[in-house]
Nanobody
């Protein structure tokens, strides 16, 4: 089970940190990702760690502003979002999978486990 939290309503340029805590299974070897979905749009890949590795992967529009990190002791993955823009407004969801291949990392349909989502709203 995944539990996402940390969303909120902020102004342009502000920061938020999202958390995704796992229970029942360790994150340490999973591919763990953040996706987001804005109203009327498809779910979009944001960032991920592949198979428990330390190298982060980012969607181009968030590079340099967002940072994904993990605390294996707490079985939690974070998304630090700085320099937020109105176009970042979306429901942010965390996802995990223990069998994903690299070529599927950015594809939401390939993930078996999802958190409930947390709303991030950035006002202009």
């Amino acid at each position: 089970q995944l539990q996402a939290s940390g969303g909120g309503l902020v102004q342009t340029g502000a920061s938020l940190r999202l958390s995704c805590a796992a229970s029942g299974r360790t994150f340490s070897r999973a591919t763990v990702a953040w996706f987001r979905q804005a109203p009327g749009k498809e779910r979009e890949f944001v960032a991920a760690f592949f198979r428990g590795g330390s190298r982060p992967y980012y969607e181009d529009s968030v590079k340099g502003r967002f940072t994904i990190s993990r605390d294996n002791d707490k079985n939690t993955v974070y998304l630090q979002m700085n320099g937020l823009k109105p176009e970042d407004t979306a429901v942010y969801l965390c996802a995990a999978d223990w069998a994903l291949i690299m070529s599927s990392m950015t594809l939401s349909r390939e993930y078996d486990y999802w958190g409930q989502g947390t709303q991030v709203t950035v006002s202009s």
